[in-house]
Each structure stands twice: as structure tokens, then as C-alpha cells.
């Protein structure tokens, strides 16, 4: 069974960092095509950030660009998020989420996990 | 990246059929064979229903159909149930970054 599950999330003052963490097992994860994408509270999703199988190939949403920082770990099965200058608009829940066999779509999803920013 | 655009809302009673829009541009819904569509219940991961506009995932009723005109993608429900409530979000590949979300379509079921 696919299962992701992201870790690392909670309450940060702005301007602070945070890093996300997202375990995945039952499937080969390094060969898969990894995202991350957000929810506001209220609010519709937002895709962050895209990685390849090998880290060749790495996209930002341009609400995140030069602020936060995607990477993997294949020999851990792990997918990280590194966010830095966190800002209030950026308080949401965060999921990490597989590349189906789709164009772009995204076939499993992790429950989530919630990022507040705020002093 | 502008949003795609999807009503806010649809509504329809048991059994019946819904239709949800998407509208987008040529660089998005338009120039691409890359819709998506994704249902969330409250406090739940969204979930993938339709991707390249009109293929169903392994398992998803075959109540759910897509199809796209133009810069247009749609998302049809039919025989509609209780369990359909909930948010819908299409997506599409974009040239200018990867992919791009609409705005969210909350579905009653009366």
C-alpha cells in the first residue's frame, strides 16, 4: 500500500525557517516524480514545488521561489522541503504528493501536514 | 500563474447529472491533454478522479467523465449520491511553471 506521510510541520515566527519532511513507502520511490502542494486555510490548492526521480530536474511555484528549497533523499525514501523567510501567506497545510502515470497529476497524497506563520 | 477558473458552486439532487467548468488559456487547459480532477471531503487529502482530461484512475466510478473544448475542461458527474459531496479542483500542465490548480467548485447534493 502507498503511503506518504509528512512530518515537521507547526508554528513559526515570520522571517523563521522550517523544514517538512515526507516518508514514503510501498512503491519504488526513486523512481518517481515527487511535488509538493499547498492549502491556505479556506482556500484552494496551490502547487509548490516539483523534483525529478533524480533531483536533475527541480520547478518552484513563484509564490516560493528563492525562498524555499526541494530535495530527496532516495536512499531513505524521503522528500524534504526546506522553507526559509517563511511569510504569513505562507500558513497552510502541506502535502507531498506522487507523479501518476497522468501528464501532471498527482495520484497519492499524504494527509497533510499544517504550517502556521505568525508572531 | 493565474488560477484556473471553475464556479464556486453546484448543486443537484440524487440521481441527477452535474457538470463542473474549467476554463483556462492556450498555455494551459488549452495547449495541453493534462487535466486533471481532484475531490476533497472536509479535513481529507484530495483525491485524484480524472487525469489527460477524460482517463479514470484504477478504482473511481465510472460516474465520473471528463472532457475538454477549447480552453475549457469539464468534469461530469452522473447519477449523482450523497458520498459526491464535497470540493472539486481541476488542474492542468502550464509552460510557464508545471502545473496550475482552479479555484475550487463546492458540490452540494440536495
Known amino acids: 500500500e502507498v503511503q506518504l506521510v509528512e512530518s515537521g510541520g507547526g508554528l513559526v515566527q515570520p522571517g523563521g525557517s522550517l523544514r517538512l519532511s515526507c516518508a514514503a513507502s510501498?512503491?519504488?520511490?526513486?523512481?518517481?516524480?515527487m511535488n509538493w502542494v499547498r492549502q491556505a486555510p479556506g482556500k484552494g490548492l496551490e502547487w509548490v514545488s516539483y523534483i525529478s526521480s533524480s533531483s536533475s530536474t527541480i520547478y518552484y511555484a513563484d509564490s516560493v521561489k528563492g525562498r524555499f528549497t526541494i530535495s530527496r533523499d532516495n536512499a531513505k525514501n524521503s522528500l524534504y522541503l526546506q522553507m526559509n523567510s517563511l511569510r504569513a501567506e505562507d500558513t497552510a497545510v502541506y502535502y507531498c504528493?506522487?507523479?501518476?502515470?497522468?501528464?501532471?497529476?498527482?495520484?497519492?497524497w499524504g494527509q497533510g501536514i499544517p504550517v502556521t506563520v505568525s508572531s | 500563474q493565474s488560477a484556473l477558473t471553475q464556479p464556486a458552486s453546484v448543486s443537484g439532487s440524487p440521481g441527477q447529472s452535474i457538470t463542473i467548468s474549467c476554463t483556462g488559456t492556450r498555455s494551459d487547459v488549452g495547449g495541453y491533454n493534462y487535466v486533471s480532477w481532484y475531490q476533497q471531503h472536509p479535513g481529507k487529502a484530495p483525491k485524484l478522479m480524472i487525469y489527460?482530461?477524460?482517463d479514470r484512475p484504477s478504482g473511481v466510478s465510472n460516474r465520473f467523465s471528463g472532457s475538454k473544448s477549447g480552453n475549457t475542461a469539464s468534469l461530469t458527474i452522473s447519477g449523482l449520491q450523497a458520498e459526491d459531496e464535497g470540493d472539486y479542483y481541476c488542474s492542468s500542465y502550464t509552460s510557464s511553471t508545471y502545473v496550475v490548480f482552479g479555484g475550487g467548485t463546492k458540490l452540494t447534493v440536495l
Open positions: 510501498g512503491f519504488t520511490f526513486s523512481t518517481y516524480i
Open positions: 489527460d482530461v477524460s
Open positions: 504528493a506522487r507523479k501518476g502515470v497522468g501528464g501532471a497529476s498527482f495520484d497519492y
